[in-house]
């Protein structure tokens, strides 16, 4: 992924989470896909973090770099999403960080 893209789409879904009260715990961004720790509300439906994040991402980006444009999609409507509970939030925070160093090995 383009350095300034991946610039871009860490602004976009840090705007988003702070516009919504949502805290991003940790956030990796990979060639391929995104992994983002992030603590919202129970009440919060994650499809709906999931959409607000991809919405506007794709529009944003798109808009501001025209080779996109050519993409078919620029997110797939797959995702995983899961919540902590018997797992600490440092393992997965760790969990997350390393998958950088991995996917650059």
Not at 56 to 78: A, C, D, G, N, V
Request: charged content about 25%; glycine content about 2%.
């Amino acid at each position: 992924m383009n350095k300034l893209v991946e610039k871009r789409l860490s602004q976009i879904i840090w705007e988003v989470c702070q516009e919504n009260d949502w805290i991003i715990i940790t956030l990796e961004i990979m060639p391929d896909h995104v992994h983002l720790l992030v603590n919202v509300l129970p009440t919060i439906p994650p499809h709906k973090v999931v959409k607000a994040i991809k919405g506007r991402s794709s529009r944003y980006l798109r808009q501001e770099f025209p080779h996109l444009m050519k993409i078919p999609s620029l997110w797939t409507h797959s995702y995983f999403v899961s919540t902590s509970g018997n797992v600490s939030e440092e393992t997965i925070r760790r969990y997350i960080e390393e998958q950088r160093h991995r996917d650059t090995t």
